[in-house]
Structure formats: structure tokens, C-alpha cells
């Protein structure tokens, strides 16, 4: 079982930045890629960016150039770097473990790009 933990949102102006943390706790030696979705207000939950074990990397076309996943194995932890933020980035934001045994879900995290 593997319990993930997002932090690091908040509101940000048009143009900004924010960093998005993931802890991921429990069985952690089963983890294979994690990924950040977002859902926005009356929208589905759409991928934005995926990294795998070993460090490749996938985005959404909105978002390449401008966000950037990585990981920290040592402390897994997964990070999503966020400039030039635009306000149809605001979404709440989740964190998802791709594991062999299945997949798990963080809680979610709000950002919210307004002037």
C-alpha cells in the first residue's frame, strides 16, 4: 500500500511559478512511474506530465516548455515545476503511483493562477 501526499499549491499570478511536492510512503520498492493529473471546475481529470522510474519523461502538449517533473528517489518524492503559469492552469492538481501491484492516488492539491 502506498499513501502519497501532495503539498506546494496555492494562488499565483499569470506568469508565475509554484512547485508541487509528492511524498509517497508505504511500499515503496514497488514503484514504478508517477504521474500529476489535474481537474478543473466542471472538467474531467486530464494527464499532464509522467515520469518513470528510471527518469523519462512525458508531458501534455499545453504544458511542454513550461512545466517540468522530476523525482527524488532518495525521498520519494516526485516535484512538478510550474512557470509561466496561465489561468487555464487552475485545476486541482493530484499526484499518481504506477505500481505493480496497482495504481494509488493522492488527495489533491489546488492551484489557482488569477490577477
Known amino acids: 500500500q502506498v499513501q502519497l501526499v501532495e503539498s506546494g499549491g496555492g494562488l499565483v499570478q499569470p506568469g508565475g511559478s509554484l512547485r508541487l511536492s509528492c511524498a509517497a510512503s508505504?511500499?515503496?520498492?514497488?514503484?514504478?512511474?508517477m504521474g500529476w493529473y489535474r481537474q478543473a471546475p466542471g472538467k474531467q481529470r486530464e494527464w499532464v506530465a509522467r515520469?518513470?522510474?528510471?527518469?523519462?519523461?512525458n508531458y501534455v502538449d499545453s504544458v511542454k516548455g513550461r512545466f517540468t517533473i522530476s523525482r527524488d528517489n532518495a525521498k520519494n518524492t516526485v516535484y512538478l515545476q510550474m512557470n509561466m503559469l496561465k489561468p487555464e492552469d487552475t485545476a486541482v492538481y493530484y499526484c499518481k503511483a504506477d505500481m505493480i501491484s496497482g495504481v494509488a492516488w493522492g488527495q489533491g492539491t489546488q492551484v489557482t493562477v488569477s490577477s
Open positions: 515520469i518513470t522510474r528510471g527518469g523519462s519523461t
Open positions: 508505504g511500499s515503496i520498492f514497488s514503484l514504478f512511474a
